[in-house]
């Protein structure tokens, strides 16, 4: 641990008030407000392939996430002499690994394995390299949560990328089953919080998108800005309503909270872009 509290020590030996203001900045790019941004532009507006992709891989890749931070329940170096945390709002639960750091790698590799271009491989490592390296500046992780973050949301982002293009397509009806049966039982076996929120999501996501693609066929591109305005204002406004509405008549934990998630992301990926159609957005 001395080892490791050095580097974050060498690294804040560079620190000015210029440099905390970026890293505050950056750091919020591997924030969920960041992934709560892009994969409504992703599924609404570019490619709902990818936007599905984006969705069930950072659920899946912060239910591990939380699952080690638990189970590890290794201390942050917050308050840790000779080392300074900023923006410790930020820093919620454990330290193992750096969700911030795990979230950016599982992001930027999906893109990056479906682009597959010079530019997006340069803004993808760059990315993840500088959300990572503003974990250490900011004294919210230590060195070894960064590597495994990143290790560990590569390795997620391969995990949905790559393996589903080597296995043979289910039946509609198996491949709902098996990803609401899945996250339910993954929910439950280990039952925090936020394991909840991401199953209920990553469920509810793909049972939307088989709906969607078999009764309507979205086509999220559009040239036109002002549709592309009008789509997320009744997707977010939707979004807003349905979790505000939920959120009243429904108890905020355990299976409810699972249960409310999973209308969301059935909101995302099949309310939202139905009425695009309907309104040919």
């Given at each position: 641990m001395e080892l490791q509290a050095e580097i974050i020590q060498f690294i804040q030996s560079f620190s000015n008030p210029f440099l905390d203001i970026f890293f505050i900045i950056i750091t919020n790019f591997g924030s969920a407000i960041f992934y709560l941004i892009m994969i409504p532009i992703f599924y609404w507006s570019i490619d709902k392939k990818?936007?599905?992709?984006?969705?069930?891989?950072?659920?899946?890749?912060?239910?591990?996430?939380?699952?080690?931070?638990?189970?590890?329940a290794i201390p942050r170096p917050i308050g840790n002499p000779g080392i300074r945390s900023l923006f410790v709002s930020s820093?919620?639960?454990?330290?193992?690994?750096?969700?911030?750091?795990?979230?950016?790698?599982?992001?930027w590799g999906v893109v990056m394995q479906y682009y597959r271009s010079r530019q997006i491989y340069f803004i993808g490592i760059i990315m993840i390299f500088l959300v990572?390296?503003?974990?250490?500046?900011?004294?919210l992780h230590w060195p070894w949560d960064v590597a495994a973050g990143i290790i560990l949301g590569l390795l997620m982002s391969w995990i949905f990328t790559v393996v589903p293009k080597k296995l043979k397509p289910l039946p509609?009806?198996?491949s709902i089953i098996l990803?609401?049966?899945?996250?339910?039982?993954?929910?439950?076996?280990?039952?925090?919080?936020?394991?909840?929120?991401?199953?209920?999501?990553?469920?509810?996501?793909?049972?939307?998108?088989?709906?969607?693609?078999?009764?309507?066929?979205?086509?999220?591109?559009?040239?036109?800005?002002?549709?592309?305005?009008?789509?997320?204002?009744?997707?977010?406004?939707?979004?807003?309503?349905?979790?505000?509405?939920?959120?009243?008549?429904?108890?905020?934990?355990?299976?409810?909270?699972?249960?409310k998630y999973f209308v969301v992301g059935i909101w995302l990926t099949f309310g939202a872009p139905a009425i695009f159609c309907r309104l040919s957005l």
């Open positions: 990818i936007g599905i992709t984006l969705v069930i891989s950072l659920m899946f890749s912060m239910y591990l996430n939380v699952t080690l931070k638990n189970i590890t820093a919620g639960g454990f330290s193992f690994p750096s969700g911030h750091a795990q979230g950016t790698a599982t992001f990572s390296l503003s974990r250490l500046y900011l004294g509609m009806l198996y990803m609401i049966s899945i996250p339910f039982g993954l929910a439950f076996l280990f039952p925090y919080k936020d394991n909840f929120i991401y199953m209920g999501l990553s469920a509810g996501s793909f049972v939307g998108y088989k709906f969607e693609d078999y009764l309507i066929g979205f086509k999220p591109q559009s040239k036109n800005k002002l549709k592309t305005l009008e789509k997320y204002a009744i997707g977010l406004g939707g979004f807003l309503l349905i979790y505000t509405v939920l959120k009243l008549i429904m108890p905020q934990h355990g299976f409810f909270s699972l249960l």
